[in-house]
């Protein structure tokens, strides 16, 4: 029996294989086992590329159409719609399919033979406060991976996964609460975990509560692109009379899923009739300059790189020196947390309010088990920590626990 398991993240993704009993991580991208959820279609070639490769396409400047965080479109209004690629109308779902059947492809590669039983991952809300949307998500993602060849999927929440992964290495019975951060989501469990308890299929007696936010790592790089890029382009300027700048247009190339609309034709008269509203038209003309040049993705992943630069403390710069010759912004750890400070309040309360659903202290938490690229962020492990005083804390593989994790449970599933 072989059969795949797939953490579909905002940001990354990452394939486990299960063959003759055992799990392992797919190779997706030179001999790594994480692959970044974007997709390139590349114009001038003709051809489509994924993860690394794909932003690499981008970056070097092929004609093309370049799509991240293709996850947050599950939970939005969009999926349902069509959009243009290349000139050519393309459905939103299909956009996944073509990523789901990149991932099924490498894994039969790796496997050596077809493979139709699934399962997926899912953050414990792809949408906040609206169950039937909710719902609606896991059910279009269920549907593409259909589409793509794949048997009706299985469904495990990502920090469960995480979990089972962790429980790997417990020796006795732990109260943990387990914190996935990563680009689009805050998930939190608090589950009992240990070695007596490993061998059951289903866990949902052990877990006690779950809660979740969608708040993560990619609205990070959004407010810290509105505190320290957008403001070179002329976010927070006045025009003569002394009125502001119309700020919509800032917040849309500051969140990864919304740039490409900006690049319409329509948009860029719009953006164009903005002048006006400049008394320095210089910041005018680096806002026109990226979207002519399209170069909204390239800003996002400045800024992320200076978010990762300084998630664990110290200073860095913003380099936009493809804007105007020398622009270098600095950017410190304790603008980060100034940028994000709303959003990691939220999001250390609703690691609280997993231990209050419980009907649970604080004090009772024995473990903190962190996962996620997000958790790279120092000030934001401390202020989950700081709520849980008796609790160690224990970082597991921020990019794999989750795929590792969906294997141990596609595993029992399956064999
Ligand atoms: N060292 C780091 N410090 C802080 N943030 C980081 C670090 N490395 C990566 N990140 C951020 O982590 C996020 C990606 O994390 P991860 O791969 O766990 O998310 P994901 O699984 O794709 O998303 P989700 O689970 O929410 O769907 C990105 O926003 C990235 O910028
Ligand atoms: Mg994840």
């Not at 939190?188 to 308890?197: A, C, E, I, Q, W």
């Amino acid at each position: 029996m072989t059969y795949a398991a797939i953490d579909f993240g905002t940001s990354n993704s990452a394939v486990s294989l299960g063959q003759q009993g055992s799990q392992r991580l797919v190779p997706l991208e030179q001999g790594r086992d994480t692959l970044p959820t974007a997709i390139f279609f590349n114009a001038e070639e003709a051809r489509i590329s994924y993860g690394r490769q794909a932003m690499a396409e981008y970056q070097a400047g092929y004609a093309g159409r370049l799509m991240r965080s293709l996850k947050s479109l599950l939970g939005s209004e969009l999926i349902n719609e069509t959009t243009l690629v290349n000139g050519r109308p393309l459905p939103y779902r299909d956009i996944i399919g073509h990523f789901l059947n990149h991932l099924k492809q490498q894994a039969e590669a790796a496997a050596g033979t077809e493979i139709r039983q699934l399962v997926l991952g899912r953050p414990v809300h792809f949408v906040d406060d609206d169950p039937e949307r909710d719902r609606q998500a896991e059910a279009t993602l269920a549907e593409i991976a259909r589409d793509v060849g794949f048997d009706q999927p299985s469904f495990q929440f990502e920090p469960i996964a995480a979990a089972l992964d962790y429980e790997a290495q417990l020796q006795r019975e732990t109260l943990v609460l387990v914190a996935d951060i990563g680009g689009g989501t805050s998930d939190f469990s608090l589950v009992r975990l240990g070695p007596s308890l490993r061998s059951r299929i289903d866990r949902s007696g052990d877990v006690l509560a779950s809660t979740g936010v969608h708040l993560a790592g990619t609205d990070f790089d959004q407010q810290l692109s509105l505190r320290a890029a957008m403001p070179q382009l002329g976010l927070g300027h006045h025009g003569k009379t002394g009125k502001p700048v119309p700020a919509q247009i800032y917040f849309e190339l500051a969140t990864w899923h919304k740039i490409n609309f900006l690049y319409a034709p329509r948009e860029l008269v719009q953006a164009d009739t903005l002048r006006t509203f400049y008394a320095d038209e210089r910041y005018h003309q680096r806002l026109m300059k990226v979207l002519r040049e399209r170069e909204g993705h390239r800003i996002a992943g400045a800024v992320e790189d200076a978010k990762v630069a300084v998630a664990a403390g110290g200073e860095t710069a913003l380099d936009l020196g493809f804007l105007e010759a020398g622009l270098l912004v600095p950017v410190s750890e304790a603008q980060l947390i100034a940028a994000t400070a709303a959003a990691q309040v939220r999001i250390a309360e609703t690691a609280l309010a997993a231990v209050q659903q419980a009907g649970l202290r604080p004090d009772q938490v024995q473990a903190i088990y962190f996962t996620g690229g997000s958790t790279g962020l120092r000030g934001l492990r401390q202020a989950i920590a700081a709520s849980f005083p008796q609790a160690e804390t224990v970082q597991g593989d921020p990019f794999a626990s989750v795929a590792r994790g969906l294997g141990v449970h596609a595993g029992k599933l399956f064999a």
